[in-house]
């Protein structure tokens, strides 16, 4: 039997986010499947013409109701599940909008979920880390029913553009919840590169010392066209904000450059970076663990280093 | 009586260097430091505050496990909670088979919030809260950072991609921790001592009703691939060199 894959899109409501063509690169790798996406939104248009351009994509279906302006999970799960009937594979992406939502698809469902698949074996058969990255576990769902799965979206690239698959628009007559409200989402406005996609990226640490330290990385970053990102405990202690976090509990990115800076190397930061192309470490402790993941290891007082690279670039 | 119930699960320290098993059946775990998953305690810390402040007036620990769990349950006593629940379970416990439990837990509790962790650290799946929130039928409010409840309502601040994204839930809801909703307290001796008489309660999967299915073979476990060894430049110079090199400068 052949697999039908249902992805949900993940977007803004204008603009469709990077992570969707990265799961259907994943959802590629079942043989054969037949990949639909769906776009939950007050107004579809916009986002599933770009949702049809992505290679690999048989067909998108537009779900809009006045209730989708902001991806709250207990609102968009009974309008994806009310079109999951003919669908084997349900995937989203492991940003925290999949991980909300695909699990409330799976428990309503009564289905498996695959967690961060990092790999697709067989239409039945995964592999995902577990540990905080300190094990891979294959798993193999029965083959009988429905399987959930969140995107591990560090592990593919995204799927190219150019194609024009058919946009349909799906009747969805369910009643939806009132008891979750949207109040604000607050976030700040940055000219930077997003740090998910980004081809490079500048990470700090504790040892930047303060918001103001970080300050000489947001400077090398412009010059470099980079992202910037944290570690956790420069997050914990103020330094810069939670969306900036890059880990285990933050945003796990595969940049084709990562520096981090000041950054010790605590086994969740490391999970969130094991994919980037090449890591540089800038630390004044030798003995940093950040230096056994690291390609190129500079040892060093980053106040110095940072604006000495910025003037050499 | 308003109640908090709080699910947490024992899994092996977060200090603890994981090494696989050469057969690939799983991870080591004989001789190894166990502990309340982290989110967890984080979130009962949460449902302590809460009670502190008058928002409830009882907190409920609960875990579905084997028998080992029962001393993560006294170290949560020990913190705080009232009184324990132990749902025992030996082998695979799948996020909804641990939603089911804890649902039929709720209807016998009828607690107006309910905390868990936002993962576990052990098989990290994230999944319980939200599948527990589904089949309940009720709000979910997952990534928490802050917490605040009216009468009614809980207006839950969560960490998202974007930055902080705030939500209002009537209640009874579920809500998932994230790192930074607080720091939880040190476990005193006077405390350990008191927690021994705090009830603990022994459950059966098959008394609550719900079968131990597990739908998710798990076939093999492997050690994640290991990077080359780099190199070490003596300055900025170099590192642009090196870099460059590489082609990506």
């Known amino acids: ?313 | 009586m308003k109640r908090i119930l709080v699910g947490i699960k024992r899994v092996v320290d977060y200090n603890v260097r994981i090494r696989v098993k050469p057969d690939g059946s799983g991870v080591v775990t004989d001789g190894v430091k166990m502990s309340i998953n982290p989110f967890d305690e984080i979130a009962l810390e949460e449902a302590l505050r809460i009670k502190e402040r008058g928002g409830a007036e009882e907190v409920i620990v609960a875990t579905v496990g084997p028998a080992d769990c029962q001393q993560q349950l006294r170290t949560a006593l020990a913190m705080g909670a009232d009184r324990a629940l132990h749902v025992q379970a030996d082998g695979v416990v799948e996020p909804l088979v641990a939603a089911r439990a804890l649902l039929q837990l709720i209807e016998r509790e009828q607690p107006l919030l309910v905390i868990l962790g936002k993962q576990a650290i052990d098989d990290d799946n994230g999944q319980t809260g939200q599948v527990l929130a589904a089949l309940w039928n009720r709000p979910q409010a997952t990534y928490a950072s802050k917490i605040e409840l009216t009468a009614g309502t809980a207006r839950v601040t969560r960490e998202v991609d974007a930055g902080l994204e705030t939500l209002d839930v009537d209640l009874p809801a579920v809500i998932t921790t994230d790192l930074r909703l607080n720091e939880p307290r040190y476990v005193k001796l006077p405390d350990i001592m008191k927690a021994k008489k705090k009830p603990l309660d022994t459950l059966t999967l098959s008394a609550l009703g719900v079968e131990q299915r597990q739908q998710l073979r798990l076939v093999r476990f492997e050690p994640p691939p290991q990077r080359q060894k780099g190199i070490r430049v003596k300055d900025a110079a170099e590192l642009l060199e090196a870099l460059k090199k590489k082609g990506l400068l």
């Open chain 1, 1 to 313: 039997m052949s697999s039908r894959v249902l992805i949900v899109a993940e977007h803004d409501g204008t603009k469709l986010n990077a992570s969707t063509a990265k799961c259907v690169t994943c959802a590629q790798g079942i043989a054969g499947a037949q990949i639909t996406i769906v776009v939950c939104a007050v107004e579809a248009a916009a986002v599933a013409a770009q949702a049809a351009q992505l290679s690999g994509v048989s067909r998108v279906l537009c779900v809009e109701n006045p209730a989708n302006g902001h991806a709250l999970a207990a609102v968009w799960a009974p309008q994806v599940i009310a079109l999951a009937g003919p669908f084997s594979h349900i995937l989203g992406p492991s940003t925290t909008f999949g991980k909300d939502l695909m699990a409330r698809i799976a428990g309503l469902l009564g289905a498996p979920q695959v967690s961060d698949i990092m790999a697709i074996d067989s239409p039945t058969r995964f592999r995902r880390p577990i540990y905080a990255g300190n094990a891979i576990l294959t798993v193999e769902s029965s083959g009988d029913g429905k399987v959930v799965g969140t995107v591990r979206t560090a592990s593919f690239e995204a799927a190219a553009g150019g194609a024009a698959a058919p946009i349909e628009t799906a009747a969805v007559s369910v009643a939806l919840p009132t008891h979750t409200r949207f109040v604000s989402v607050s976030a700040a406005r940055s000219d930077r590169p997003d740090l998910q996609t980004a081809r490079r990226v500048i990470s700090g640490g504790r040892a930047l010392g303060s918001a103001e330290g970080f300050k000489i990385l947001y400077s090398l970053a412009d010059k470099l066209g980079a992202a910037v990102g944290a570690s956790r405990a420069a997050v914990d202690a103020g330094y810069a904000p939670n969306e900036m976090q890059v880990g285990q509990t933050g945003k796990i990115i595969a940049p084709e450059l990562y520096v981090a800076v000041g950054i010790s190397g605590a086994i969740q930061h490391l999970t969130g970076i094991k994919d980037a192309r090449t890591i540089v470490a800038i630390n004044k402790d030798s003995e940093a663990p950040i230096f056994e993941v690291a390609d190129i290891g500079l040892v060093g007082d980053l106040f110095q280093i940072i604006p000495e690279i910025e003037r050499l670039v």
